[in-house]
């Protein structure tokens, strides 16, 4: 079942016995226990029917005895459970009551940073009658998209450009994504298109030195540029390092590498090296005539060496930014 849909009847009081909530991303499964807590129960109901437990601190037995417990002057009793991944050894215990759960309680599991095993028995019976959300963390390569997608279902438009310099900046928390959303839902009238200038001004990345520019500079061998982005980041070290530059151009030259040797569809290539639009392959097939693959090779080498130095591995008196000038010059020449 999808969040929304969970969300929904939630808000419609239809709930289920048992929601079994896990999986890497903790945003949703915060988002919908706090949605139970809100919509299971009256205020004056929660002294006697509510139990909040945390899984440091408890048995499964515990939770066991608190959901067969019957309600007091009220329709229902709510227990949650948060912390459960630390009871990750013996969570399959619950099985047994997943088979007859307390009618007139709402159990509310709320196992994050982690998977439940699909294949478990826990699993495999609460998702016959109850309601298993798996939680699932947006990446890198998704969150363009997935930004757009959000801004589209809250009655805006944005640009490509200022969709990845919005991902550039937020990153995939998706708690801060959705307050940063927020706040730009506040300053903009709906309906008008976001663009750079609004990420810029709102969000606090420039649209013109980040390294989503630097990365396309170096992609066109423009040396000017990716120096002048260099050397704003070493007067602004909180909008870079030395460890993100390498990262991206990395990933940069990785996926002309493997244009190089393609010979499927570009749909299948953009799958594969994870683009998500036609325009942004288009832009890396000029970045492709650039850089044979025997340079690109001795890039992926440069990288690699300047990220150890990163790190400190035969660097003792250089800046971060000194390296990357340097290693801007040799990946361009």
Same mark, same amino acid.
């Given at each position: 079942?999808?969040?929304?849909?969970i969300?929904s009847?939630?808000e419609?009081?239809?709930f289920?016995n048992i929601?079994?909530?896990?999986g890497e991303?903790?945003y949703?499964i915060?988002?919908? +226990?706090d949605?139970i807590?809100?919509?299971?129960?009256? &205020?004056?109901?929660r &002294?006697?029917n509510?139990?909040?437990? =945390?899984?440091?601190?408890i048995t499964?037995g515990?939770i066991?005895?608190?959901?067969?417990?019957?309600p007091m002057?009220a329709?229902?009793?709510?227990?949650?459970?948060r912390?459960?991944?630390n009871?990750?050894?013996s969570?399959?215990?619950?099985a047994?009551?997943?088979e007859?759960p307390?009618?007139?309680?709402?159990?509310v599991i709320?196992y994050?940073?982690?998977n439940? &095993?699909g294949r478990s +028995?826990?699993?495999?019976?609460? +998702?016959?009658?109850q309601?298993v959300?798996?939680?699932?963390?947006i990446?890198?390569?998704?969150l363009? &998209?997935y930004v757009?997608?959000?801004v589209?279902e809250?009655?805006?438009q944005?640009?490509?450009?200022?969709a990845?310099?919005?991902?550039e900046?937020v990153?995939?928390?998706l708690? $801060?994504?959705?307050?940063?959303?927020?706040?730009?839902?506040?300053?903009?009238e709906k309906?008008?298109?976001i663009?750079e200038v609004?990420?810029?001004e709102?969000?606090g990345?420039?649209?013109? =030195?980040?390294i989503f520019?630097?990365?396309?500079?170096v992609g066109l $061998?423009d040396?000017p540029?990716?120096i002048r982005?260099v050397d704003?980041f070493?007067?602004?070290?909180?909008?870079a390092?030395?460890?993100?530059?390498?990262g991206?151009?990395f990933?940069?030259?990785s996926?002309?590498?493997?244009m190089?040797f393609?010979k499927d569809s570009?749909?299948?290539l953009m799958?594969s090296?994870?683009?998500?639009?036609?325009?942004i392959l288009?832009e890396h097939?000029n970045?492709q005539?650039i850089y044979?693959p025997?340079k690109?090779?001795?890039?992926?080498?440069y990288?690699?060496e300047y990220d150890?130095?990163?790190k400190?591995?035969?660097n003792?008196d250089?800046?971060e930014?000194?390296?990357?000038?340097?290693?801007i010059?040799?990946?361009?020449?």
């Open positions: 079942m999808s969040y929304k849909q969300i009847d939630i419609s009081k239809k289920s929601y079994l909530l896990h991303e903790s949703y915060d988002r919908i +226990s949605a807590i809100k919509h299971a129960l009256e &205020d004056h109901e &002294d006697f509510q139990s909040i437990l =945390y899984g440091k601190e499964v515990n066991i005895d608190e959901a067969q417990q019957f002057m329709e229902r009793r709510l227990v949650v459970v912390e459960a991944q009871l990750k050894k969570i399959s215990e619950l047994k009551y997943a007859h307390t009618s007139t309680t709402i159990l709320c994050k940073y982690d439940i &095993d +028995s826990l699993v495999s019976k609460c +998702s016959k009658t309601t959300f798996k939680s699932e963390k990446r890198d390569y998704q363009v &998209d757009t997608s959000l589209q809250n009655g805006y944005i640009t490509n450009k200022a990845m310099l919005f991902a900046s990153g995939t928390d708690s $801060r994504i959705f307050t940063e959303l927020t706040k730009l839902s506040v300053l903009i309906g008008q298109q663009n609004h990420i810029e709102n969000i990345i420039s649209k013109d =030195y980040n520019e630097l990365t396309k500079a $061998r040396v540029k990716a982005i704003y070493e007067k602004n070290p909180k909008n390092s030395l460890v993100m530059i390498t991206n151009l990933g940069l030259f996926k002309l590498m493997r190089h393609w570009d749909q299948a799958k090296i994870r683009i998500s639009h036609p325009f288009k097939r970045y005539k044979p025997k690109i090779s001795a890039n992926i080498g990288l690699h150890l130095k990163s400190g591995v035969n003792k250089f800046t930014m000194q390296l990357a000038r340097e290693l010059f040799k990946l361009m020449h």
